[in-house]
């Protein structure tokens, strides 16, 4: 079980979303971050002097094999001090005196990891007040923070915790540093708290999408990690999960909430947006594929997984982010499924202690009784197989990608009545205590008899099914896989578009031979140059980069490879060329029989890896939005390519980046040319 599925509670702060002004969101500029105040020159002195040293002393405990999670929760200091001073982040007078702070924690912690043979560190051991940890994310290898706060009477008392993981709101001047010393355990925990509460840092303000999104999962499977360590994970209830926040955070609830509904026992959004369209002020008109790609986050077009997960919404009577709530509260009810929403009449962008209390009085009778863990009946809705499942039912193919796609689903006393609409194939959990003796499924009409089956090292049931034509039929998940081998298709977690290849390990590849022209060379080179700056500033990460005669077979076989040049220049993208649906050589790049000069053109896209099973290629692309965006409104991050595009290049020496979209599109769910192309 993932660690995500576990208990969890994610809470998400009150922080506002700076300057936002009727149902538009404000103009990038009010997001930027107030502007860096220099510590003195003593200051910054002692700053470099404090982080030599804990950089040599973490150099040594690596020499000595001291590996995570205890390495990462003394490195994340050093992390801190790191990016403030490589960003100059210093946004306000104190920061130069919290960067202190935070280094002379780090080193207090490397003392005592130095002295103490024993497993637990004290810092693991504190109750009461907050504690930070720090986890090395799969994705790139980066350090990431996130803060627990235990109650004063954890461990004293023999109950299950429900957990409450806190993502913070917007906040223009967040750094790491800022956030180690909001948690850095001098408030002691409030006497009522009765639950256990994680911080997340959240790669700062992307609303909890994309990488922001994993970050969330692989903090969440680090905290169980650690108590399973300490032997204390059975203290955790994995039924009471709530989900809420307010403002980004808001945003975040709804998204999050609704895409994987089976993960809490109740979802409390406040504020926030929950559509592109409408919110974001003066977006210009999208092409095909990028209004397709809105699905993915709109949370406005999940509204019917509340029927999986109770909801209970806030905004302020004045606030224009209560527009938010009101758009889910529409899709609801013709649909007949309820949502509480608790509205304060005169206030603003606000949530005041007395509406937090009021809220969580209205989230009790949920956490008080906990998500069931079988329900009887499962309604399910999803656009992109990135959100495959709910409880018991798990879509493994759609027919047609950014389409609703929904699955019905109700346990009969002989089996199952399932109805569908835009699924191609799916499986059903069986119900606990369940044994192999054949069942019956209705399926869209269709009556089948079928043997559960059991994977092996999977204490679970299953019922596999795939549609052909316009009948069902039920599959061993063997064949499934077959299926998959001998004819691509889209499939969760491989399914683009091009972002999506950066919520999981990938490497970026640049080459190291003669490109083919000066020209695509100078955009793959400014290209990923542009990534790696990018990924530092707003997803608080080094990029994993390695040139192409470095990459060894563990790299190809366990990340996405992001391949930047030519097949002249990177040997990777000559060994996997015969795979692509495109021919490149130095004169031109012919797809599907359409011809573009090689000279003056580069084809980007996201295709599965022809050199490993369930991993991407990405071809001369980073993330497709940009520095402009992350500095703007959190809705305009999503994707500007789809899954493939062909750029002509302006040939511009001043900005190589200068490009013209010739083509862009998405495949269809077999990796073919689709029917969104521009």
């Not at 997340?200 to 969440?220: F, I, K, M």
């Amino acid at each position: 079980m993932k660690a995500s599925q576990y208990f969890v509670t994610i809470a998400l702060s009150a922080a506002f979303y700076l300057g936002t002004a009727g149902r538009m969101a404000a103009p990038a500029a009010q997001y930027a971050p107030p502007p860096s105040i220099k510590p003195s020159e003593e200051t910054l002195k002692q700053i470099e002097k404090l982080k030599d040293k804990l950089d040599k002393v973490l150099k040594l405990f690596r020499r000595e094999g001291i590996r995570d999670p205890m390495l990462a929760d003394v490195e994340i200091y050093a992390k801190a001090a790191s990016w403030i001073t490589r960003h100059d982040e210093f946004y306000g007078e104190e920061y130069g005196a919290w960067t202190i702070e935070a280094l002379e924690r780090g080193l207090i912690r490397a003392g005592q990891l130095r002295r103490n043979e024993d497993p637990v560190m004290p810092w693991y051991q504190r109750a009461g007040s907050s504690v930070i940890h720090g986890y090395r994310s799969t994705i790139d290898g980066s350090v990431q923070p996130y803060a627990v706060t235990f109650p004063a009477d954890y461990g004293k008392e023999s109950k299950k915790w429900r957990v409450e993981v806190v993502l913070h709101g917007r906040d223009a001047s967040l750094t790491e540093v800022k956030f180690l010393h909001q948690h850095n355990g001098d408030k002691p925990a409030p006497k009522d708290q009765d639950y256990i509460r994680l911080d997340l840092y959240g790669r700062g303000n992307v609303a909890y999408r994309w990488a922001g999104e994993s970050d969330l999962e692989e903090a969440v499977e680090h905290f169980i990690a650690t108590e399973q360590k300490l032997r204390r994970a059975d203290r955790l209830d994995p039924n009471r999960g709530v989900l809420r926040g307010f403002s980004m955070g808001g945003a975040g609830t709804w998204h999050l909430g609704l895409h994987s509904p089976s993960k809490w026992c109740v979802i409390s959004p406040g504020a926030g947006f929950t559509t592109t369209h409408g919110y974001v002020k003066d977006l210009p008109k999208l092409t095909p594929e990028q209004e397709a790609c809105l699905h993915i986050y709109d949370a406005v077009d999940y509204a019917e997984n509340a029927f999986d997960v109770p909801v209970v919404a806030y905004g302020g009577g004045k606030d224009p982010q209560l527009q938010a709530a009101r758009n889910i509260e529409e899709r609801l009810k013709p649909l007949g499924i309820s949502m509480k929403l608790l509205i304060a009449p005169e206030l603003g962008h606000q949530l005041p202690p007395e509406w937090q209390k009021k809220m969580a009085e209205a989230r009790s009778e949920y956490t008080a009784k906990g998500r069931s863990e079988y329900p009887k009946r499962v309604r399910f809705v999803t656009y992109t197989l990135r959100y495959p499942g709910c409880h018991w039912v798990y879509v493994d193919g759609l027919q047609r990608h950014y389409e609703r796609a929904s699955v019905d689903a109700e346990r009969t006393d002989e089996g199952f009545n399932v109805k569908t609409s835009n699924v191609r194939s799916l499986h059903l959990r069986l119900w606990p205590g369940a044994d192999r003796q054949a069942i019956a499924v209705q399926i869209d009409g269709q009556r089948l008899e079928v043997r559960p089956y059991l994977p092996a090292a999977d204490p679970h049931l299953y019922v596999y099914f795939q549609r052909r034509g316009e009948n069902w039929r039920s599959m061993l998940p063997e064949r499934l896989l077959t299926d998959r081998l001998r004819r691509a298709q889209k499939v969760p977690e491989l399914q683009g578009p091009i972002d999506d290849a950066f919520m999981a390990p990938f490497l970026c590849v640049r080459g190291t031979g003669q490109a083919w022209h000066e020209s695509t060379d100078d955009y793959a080179k400014a290209n990923l140059e542009r990534f790696r700056n990018e990924w530092a500033k707003y997803l608080r990460g080094d990029l994993p980069i390695k040139d192409d005669v470095e990459v060894t077979p563990q790299d190809i076989a366990q990340k996405h490879l992001i391949l930047f040049g030519d097949p002249s220049s990177n040997s990777l993208i000559t060994q996997a060329l015969d795979g692509l649906p495109f021919t490149w050589t130095k004169d031109k790049i012919t797809w599907e029989g359409k011809e573009y000069a090689a000279k003056e053109h580069v084809p980007v896209l996201i295709y599965p890896s022809p050199l490993a099973p369930n991993r991407y290629v990405v071809l001369n692309s980073g993330h497709t939005f940009h520095a402009a965006d992350f500095q703007g409104t959190n809705a305009l991050l999503y994707p500007r390519l789809g899954d493939f595009a062909i750029l002509k290049l302006a040939n511009d020496k001043k900005d190589p980046l200068a490009v013209e979209v010739q083509r862009a599109g998405l495949f269809d769910d077999f990796w073919k040319t689709g029917s969104w192309e521009k």
